[in-house]
C-alpha cells in the first residue's frame, strides 16, 4: 500500500483535535498550578491571588482554543507539503499483514 496524497482538511481536522486535546491538558496543568499559586500569594497580596486565579482560568479556556487553530493550520501546511513532496518522490509505502 502506498500514500500518494493526504487530504488538506481532513488532516488539519484531525491535528487540530489533537492539539486541542494537548491544549486542554496543558491548560489544566497551567490552571492547577496558576491556582496553587493563588493560594500561596492570598497569603502576601490579595491583588496577586486574582491574578493568578485569573491566569489559571483563562490558560483551561485559551490554550485549547490556541493549540486546536494551530494544529489545523500546521495540519494543513504539512498535508499540503506531504502532498508536493510525495507526487514527486512517490509517496510513503506501508507494509500490512
Request: aromatic letters at 10%.
Amino acid at each position: 500500500m502506498e500514500i500518494t496524497k493526504i487530504g488538506v482538511m481532513s488532516a488539519a481536522k484531525i491535528t487540530g483535535a489533537i492539539y486541542a486535546a494537548l491544549g486542554f491538558l496543558i491548560g489544566a496543568i497551567f490552571t492547577i498550578l496558576s491556582l496553587i499559586g493563588a493560594v500561596i500569594a492570598a497569603t502576601s497580596s490579595a491583588q496577586a491571588s486574582i491574578i493568578g486565579m485569573i491566569f489559571g482560568i483563562g490558560a483551561i479556556i485559551l490554550l485549547p482554543i490556541v493549540y486546536g487553530i494551530m494544529g489545523f493550520v500546521f495540519g494543513a501546511i504539512g498535508a499540503w507539503i506531504y502532498n508536493i513532496i510525495a507526487s514527486k518522490t512517490g509517496g510513503i509505502i506501508l507494509e500490512t499483514k
